[in-house]
């Protein structure tokens, strides 16, 4: 396969993994990343705020997957990886910061002493949750919402400030429009295997539960220098000249058994035997509307919603609390501004200070988009307001950095499953091409790498079969592979 070509389009963390699979495999391609902005890391920024280097996108990436240990150990950052200094999580529900209970997946809860006395559901709100354990297994085979799946079974307490304020945190999404299959997949397995989903949860295997006495194993972490230094890793593992940043691809065409990618404004067109696709949908569809009206059309019916964060730099004398846990999420029935607060400085070890807060807010979600509205200075002054409510923060920031996040999460509906299904057949007409990254098997950044990796091996092992004569070889669908 020497020769072989492959451009990769979106320089995002799916982008700069795909590429740094496919330029490290033994077949040794000729990889060419193409990034629109001036830098790599698309959602993934790490910005220096009066000393403090925040994120100001993702913050945190799943230390359980497997793809994200073996890539921080390829590229020599396991020295650099930092868990959460603290466990706690609270939940400002109803007038209060409550101890988010330990023992719940996704708000699910698997344990029922720690829900009893967080005081985050009724004794009447608890009672109806154990109608999970009566009820009989959910007919097989529907594709639910999480609402549809949950409710049922849990009642509208432990949905409405439990679960709901977990996946706006992480999703910016709605319990009645997310597909609980695509979502939270742990969950809707242990629905399909068990009739009660609490005595599922309780059974899984010891090692995916949190150990009952001490520190469980993180699940969350970050490095050193924030996650920017995985973007700045990748960079620079990537061979000398693959990486193009400032350069837009606006066209595709198919050119014999390959494909030309065209950069406009002059700059040369790039002619390649495979390309993937690792921009979010809509500039995805944008590029194979001229070849596939029908798959621009499944990838523009994937919903995203924006989202903004907004980072204080604050003294700690102006906060009337301790800041003893990462931070707290707010139940959308609650009807705040703010979605979710993470105590950044407390969180990460690596921005502990002794006078100064790092606090970053994160407001949108799914069916609220007030924030897109306000001016920086608006959204600020709603964002502070809350703050003064929830932790008593009072004062003049030293810092404040307004970051705003349109059209960044993708919303994985009902009928996700099932459009995925629909794109992978629309993608294997079209061989050597793929596409890859959050809109399709995995949201988050954990998510990202592992289909880099899978898309990767499938891209290769197309064209490899295609060069045997193997029809088979055709198109590597949709990041063929895990979450
Ligand atoms: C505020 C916020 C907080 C988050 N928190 C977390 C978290 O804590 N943990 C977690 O795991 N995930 C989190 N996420 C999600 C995570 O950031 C994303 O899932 C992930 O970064 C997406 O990566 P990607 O490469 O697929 O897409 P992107 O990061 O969107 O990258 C796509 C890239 O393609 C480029 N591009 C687009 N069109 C073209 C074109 N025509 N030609 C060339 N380039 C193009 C873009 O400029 C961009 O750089 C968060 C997201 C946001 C917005």
């Known amino acids: 396969m020497k020769g072989t070509r492959i451009a990769v389009i979106g320089g995002g963390i799916s982008g700069l993994a795909t590429a740094r699979y496919l330029a490290g495999a033994p077949e040794r391609p000729q990889v060419t990343l193409l990034e629109a902005d001036g830098a790599p890391g698309g959602k993934v920024r790490t910005v220096d705020l009066g000393g403090f ?11 359980r997957a497997e793809a994200v240990r073996e890539l921080l150990f390829e590229l020599g950052l396991d020295a650099e990886v930092q868990a959460p200094a603290l466990r706690t999580a609270y939940l400002w529900s109803r007038g209060r910061l409550r101890v988010m209970p330990r023992g719940s997946v996704f708000g699910v809860p698997d344990r029922l002493l720690p829900l009893m006395t967080s005081g985050l559901v009724s004794g009447a709100g608890i009672a109806r949750a154990g109608a999970d354990l009566v009820l009989p297994r959910r007919p097989q ?60 949860l309780r059974r ?13 194993p993180p699940v969350l972490v970050t490095l050193r220098h924030g996650l920017g230094q995985l973007v700045q890793a990748l960079r620079d593992d990537l ?17 014999g ?52 964060t907004v980072t204080l730099v604050h003294p700690l004398s102006g906060i009337a609390r301790d800041l003893d846990a990462t931070g707290f ?34 407001v949108g979600r799914d069916g609220d988009q007030r924030w897109a509205d306000l001016d920086d200075d608006a959204l600020v002054a709603e964002v502070r307001s809350e703050l003064e409510v929830a932790m008593g923060l009072t004062g003049p920031s030293e810092r404040v950095l307004v970051t705003r996040w349109p059209g960044a999460m993708p919303q994985y509906a009902v009928g996700h499953a099932a459009r995925l299904e629909e794109i992978d057949v629309e993608v294997a007409g079209l061989p ?32 490899s079969a295609a060069e045997d004569g193997d029809g088979d070889g055709d198109g590597a669908a949709a990041g063929d592979g895990a979450r």
């Open 329 to 362: 999420l707010v139940p959308p029935a609650d009807g705040r501004f703010v979605v979710g607060c993470t105590w950044s400085t407390a969180k990460w070890p690596y921005l502990h200070n002794d006078r100064l807060a790092v606090v970053r807010c994160a």
């Open 257 to 308: 058994s390959g494909w030309v990618v065209s950069c406009g404004e002059g700059r040369p067109d790039l002619d390649v035997d495979a390309v993937v696709l690792a921009t979010p949908a809509a500039a995805t569809a944008d590029l194979v509307e001229p070849l596939s009206a029908d798959l621009a059309r499944l990838l523009s019916g994937i919903r995203y919603a924006g989202v903004a």
């Open 239 to 255: 061979p000398e000249g693959c990486l193009r940043t400032g350069t837009r691809a606006v066209a595709l065409t198919r050119a």
């Open 432 to 463: 050597g091409l793929a596409l890859t990254g959050a809109a399709y098997r995995g949201s988050g950044l954990a998510g990202c790498i592992t289909q880099a990796r899978a898309t990767a091996r499938a891209v290769l092992d197309g064209l």
């Open 204 to 216: 899984r295997a010891p090692a995916a539960r949190p150990a009952e006495d001490g520190p469980p």
């Open 141 to 200: 085979g529907q594709d639910l919402s999480i609402s549809q799946l949950l409710r049922p079974r849990f009642g509208r307490q432990i949905c409405e400030r439990l679960v709901e304020p977990l996946l706006c945190g992480v999703h910016a999404g709605r319990a009645d429009v997310l597909s609980a299959r695509s979502t939270v997949p742990e969950v809707e397995a242990i629905a399909r295997d068990s009739r009660s989903i609490y005595l599922g």
């Open 53 to 63: 280097e925040v994120d100001t996108g993702p913050d945190a990436v799943l230390f």
